[in-house]
């Protein structure tokens, strides 16, 4: 059984004088102990299914999917305090900007603090509690690599540089010790001295505590770096998953093929200064989406048939939502592919 289970998600958002649908049939998978990315560019809906994950959905949103599960159980089904529950104890998040998730006038020690639930205190006097959780604070800022952690125990959050600020996150979100760690593009930005660190040691949380994480991330040398699925978004569509080595070895979406030759790490003859290969256009807005598939006006294979929305097949454990799909093998026709049960 999957970790995270979500099954044709679609987000509608309520813009006033229209109702708008942000994301469209969105699948995705995450099992125990993996590492999914969730890829796309700016805009494509990202942040809008970890929303819909973690159910912070405001007023003028709203949800509908066949599920969303979280070991076998239903999250939409859930009262808010169940749902708050398993936030607080089993699915952490990781922000892009850590200078913002941190409350700037409390300091970074009792912060820590906080984030350890009761359960892990013992009872006993209240210095004594305090005593174990001031102990508990100082292993959380050992293990993500904070060895002096006298240093920032005492400070507030704009005294300390980002690279710890984001380190100080990753202690808060994994003191419940939680099975899922989603990182919303939490490298972004960062030189790539400091990525790494942080990519580093994500990768040892998931090989020695069996993290799951879902990586929200544009940075296709990061994931391919450390991901074992990977999940291609465009436009509020799911358009390809699978195993990383198939997605980059033999992509069968065009817009996959292009996200791919866009980065320069991926074309390992390209010449210096060569023009990157991309798709001509821009992502449409949400009040501009063309009808089925999304890619439609931008991608080069695109014919009629493409005005409605593909089902998903796939090839293995390899998904694609394709109608004219790149590299299947030769002499084997579309439509052997099983359409997949969703
Ligand atoms: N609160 C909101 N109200 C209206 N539209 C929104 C809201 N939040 C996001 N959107 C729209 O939903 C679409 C997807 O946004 P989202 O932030 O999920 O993209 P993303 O893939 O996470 O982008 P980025 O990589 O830049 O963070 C965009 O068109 C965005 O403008």
Redesign the pocket.
């Known amino acids: 059984m999957a970790l995270l289970e979500i099954k044709n998600l679609t987000l509608f ?1 309520d ?1 006033g004088d229209e109702t ?1 649908k ?1 994301l469209e049939k969105v699948n995705l998978t995450l099992n125990e102990g993996e590492i999914r990315a969730l890829v ?12 819909a994950i973690l159910g912070a959905i ?1 007023d ?2 709203s949800i509908k999917a066949d599920r969303i599960t979280y070991q076998g159980k239903s999250l939409l089904d859930m009262s808010g305090e169940q749902r708050r529950q398993i936030m607080r104890r089993e699915i952490a998040v990781v922000f ?1 900007e850590p200078a913002s998730a941190l409350d700037p006038s409390v300091k970074i020690k009792e912060q820590i603090k906080e984030s350890i639930p009761d359960e892990f205190i013992t009872k006993a006097w209240p210095w004594k509690q305090n005593k174990q959780r001031e102990e508990l604070t100082v292993n959380l800022l050992h293990r993500v690599g904070i060895k002096n952690h006298k240093r920032y125990m005492e400070c507030y959050p704009h005294e300390i540089p980002t690279d710890i600020s984001q380190k100080i996150m990753i202690a808060m979100a994994l003191a419940s010790e939680p099975k899922i760690l989603i990182a ?2 939490s490298t972004r930005g960062m030189e790539s001295a400091t990525k790494t660190q942080i990519l580093r040691l994500l990768l040892k949380f998931n090989e020695t505590k069996k993290l799951a994480i879902l990586f ?1 991330s ?1 940075d296709l040398l990061a994931i391919t770096s450390m991901a074992h699925s990977m999940t291609v ?1 465009y436009c ?1 569509q799911t358009v390809e998953s699978g195993k990383v080595k198939s997605l980059l070895k033999r992509p069968l979406h065009p817009y996959t093929k292009a996200l791919l030759d866009s980065a320069p790490s991926f074309q390992v003859s390209l010449p210096p200064k060569s023009k990157l290969v991309t798709l001509e256009g821009t ?1 449409p ?2 009040q501009h989406l063309p009808t089925g598939c999304r890619l439609g006006p931008r991608c080069p294979n695109a014919r009629k048939e493409c005005v409605m929305v593909p089902v998903p097949r796939n090839i293995q454990d390899h998904l694609y939502s394709c109608h004219f799909p790149l590299h299947l093998p030769k002499n084997t026709k579309h439509k052997v592919y099983k359409e997949v049960k969703l």
């Open positions: 958002i813009a708008v942000a796309g560019e700016s805009g494509s809906g990202k942040t809008l299914i970890v929303r405001p003028n949103w892009q919303d593009d929200v544009h978004l509020g992502i807005t949400l």
